[in-house]
């Protein structure tokens, strides 16, 4: 494997008990790219994702087949301390969650678990998340108002921001615009580009044009399978495979 | 159908609809109807006798001797907040323990097995309780730590073990609410279980948990039967733990059958004194569970 590979999956199926949810994946991730994941509802985009971080392990009966390497290590090794594994890859979900406390809370949440305690030191910590996230212009004035009062946007900024303070590597994001306005949207899209320069970003979305706006190179998976993988720019204008082309024009999905 | 008929449907139709909103005011009010009644019947009889003797007197007064015209209540107050406090430290922790237990740790399997019998514990006569307390516990007590055996501390114990499938019920409840995408979102951010439960499931569930222990509070404040069978009775201020103690209710309960002109007052007037310090304690509850609500 290469050094720019961040991420590789080779063979890699999920099953949840009898059903086989992806199947038999072989990609890689590029260190320093936005991958883009692209495909129609219930193609295993988010369970994708989710064995990343191995969130899937919470799901009673799931196994898998295959391999996933995240810097050459191999996560599903019994050895693997999944918690330090879930801190580096930090995961926003489609609906926004804050928990049910103060915009600093939230984002001093990660920070507070690491045992960093020190009014000065949160405070950085805090603000830095903000300002990487985008949000920090718009709430720097009522940190202490809860996360719950923010705007959907705004919410979805700071469960990035949220993320970025326990340093992860990686940022997975799970459709994370499907419920904001353009104007949100935008923004959040904005934060993702500056972001690329420190992290490695897999963004899941049900906006092929999303793809086509961030992602460096985007993924086509349709009923768990991977279809194409590719330069956005390539899958966007000529995809090799048809299925691809078809979900592109809307004519299934 | 013409016009009358619909007419007709539509009238009979209304007169149905505020029938069914008459009685069912009617019965909510009859609910509360009760409370007035109790609040006004307990008053009446309850404070004339305290005016009499004074207010002071009769709270603060450390001699409870009816025959004697003597009756202050202060041992008694002292009493039931002891037993109701040690029934609290021994009841919420050991009760919020087995709720996250058995919300976040047990299998699916053992929740729906230990959960019903857990519950199977708030239908158990109190006078069971105080059976086995008299039985196990009293004896235990006057062996290991001394004493008449007879104390406040059998009485915390067993309210403590009375009040625990009410706490863990309703709060493995309120913790089962909270939405999993708060406990999703806290583990990918490489929270551990526990980390989770500290940090995010008991801060959502808060206004559960608290509802669980005032619940349980009252219960203990009130109860009488198992009180009456362990606490021992004595209307002295306890002055430690094995100290035998009378509880509000108990000198209701103990007295009532005999009680005739103002020692029957003066026993109402107990009466009035509970249910003030259980409208306090409420407010309280109320009052801290609603104000942490406004600023998570």
């Known amino acids: 494997m290469t050094n720019d590979t961040a991420i590789e999956v080779r063979g890699f199926s999920q099953y949840f008990g009898e059903v086989r949810k992806l199947k038999a994946l072989d990609l890689d991730v590029k260190r320093n790219e936005i991958l883009g994941i692209i495909g129609p509802a219930r193609s295993g985009k988010s369970t994708f ?88 212009e718009e709430v720097k004035d009522r940190l202490e108002t809860s996360g719950l009062k923010l705007s959907g946007g705004q919410q979805q900024r700071l469960c990035l921001a949220r993320i970025l303070a326990v340093a992860p590597e990686y940022i997975l994001l799970d459709e994370p615009t499907s419920g904001l306005d353009p104007i949100s949207t935008m923004k959040i899209e904005e934060s993702l580009r500056r972001l690329k320069k420190e992290y490695t970003i897999v963004l899941v979305t049900n906006n092929t044009k999303q793809a086509a706006r961030v992602a460096d ?33 809307g004519r299934f999905g | 159908m013409d016009g009358t008929a619909k007419k007709r449907v539509g009238n009979k139709l209304e007169r149905n609809d505020r029938l069914v909103r008459l009685a069912l005011l009617v019965i909510a009010f009859s609910a509360v109807s009760v409370l007035v009644v109790i609040t006004v019947f307990i008053v009446g009889q309850g404070t004339p006798i305290m005016f009499r003797y004074g207010l002071k007197s009769f709270l603060a007064g450390t001699s409870w001797y009816p025959s004697e015209k003597l009756f202050g ?24 323990s087995c709720a996250i237990v058995l919300t976040e740790f047990a299998s699916k399997r053992v929740r729906g097995i230990i959960k019903p019998i857990i519950e199977l514990l708030a239908g158990i006569p109190s006078v069971v309780y105080g059976f086995m307390g008299v039985i196990i516990l009293v004896p235990f007590i006057r062996k290991t730590f001394g004493g008449p055996g007879l104390s406040v501390l059998a009485a915390s114990i067993i ?13 493995v409840d309120s913790l089962q609410a909270v939405p999993p995408s708060y406990r999703e979102g806290s583990i990918a951010l490489g929270a551990t279980r526990w980390q989770t439960v500290k940090m995010v499931l008991f801060p959502a569930a808060r206004s559960g948990i608290i509802a669980s222990i005032i619940l349980g509070m009252g219960r203990a404040v009130g109860e009488t ?26 000198n209701v309960a103990l007295e009532m059958s005999y009680a005739t002109g103002e020692h029957r007052e003066a026993l109402f007037a107990t009466g009035v ?21 406004k600023q998570p």
């Not at chain 1, 693997?80 to 001093?108: C, H, K, Y």
């Not at chain 1, 768990?224 to 995809?239: H, Y």
């Not at chain 2, 004194?273 to 801290?288: E, G, K, P, R, S």
Request: glycine letters at 10%.
């Open chain 1, 217 to 249: 190179r985007t993924a086509f998976f349709l009923n768990g399978e991977l279809v194409e993988i590719g330069m956005t720019a390539k899958i966007f204008t000529a995809p090799d495979d048809t299925r691809t082309d078809d979900y592109l024009r």
């Open chain 1, 49 to 136: 994702l989710c064995a990343l971080n191995r969130l899937n392990d919470l799901v009673r009966g799931s196994h898998h087949e295959g391999t996933i390497r995240i810097d050459g290590c191999d996560i599903y090794d019994p050895g693997v301390d999944v918690v330090a594994l879930r801190r580096q890859l930090g995961m926003v979900f489609a609906t926004p969650v804050p928990l049910p406390r103060s915009i600093f809370e939230n984002v001093a949440f990660g920070a507070r678990r690491e045992g960093i305690r020190g009014r000065t030191r949160l405070d950085g910590i805090v603000r830095d998340s903000l300002e990487k996230g985008g949000l920090w």
């Open chain 2, 273 to 293: 004194v509970l249910f003030v310090i259980i409208m306090v304690l409420n407010t309280i509850a109320n009052a801290t569970s609603a104000k942490r609500r």
């Open chain 2, 225 to 250: 039967m198992a009180t009456i069978m362990i606490a021992g009775n004595a209307a002295e201020v306890p002055h430690s733990l094995l100290a035998p103690v009378r509880t509000l209710t108990s």
């Open chain 2, 73 to 96: 209540l202060w041992p008694m107050i002292v009493g039931s907040l002891f037993v109701t406090a040690g029934a609290l430290v021994i009841g919420v922790p050991f009760g919020l």
């Open chain 2, 159 to 171: 309210l403590g073990i009375m009040i625990l499938p009410t706490i863990i019920s309703i709060s």
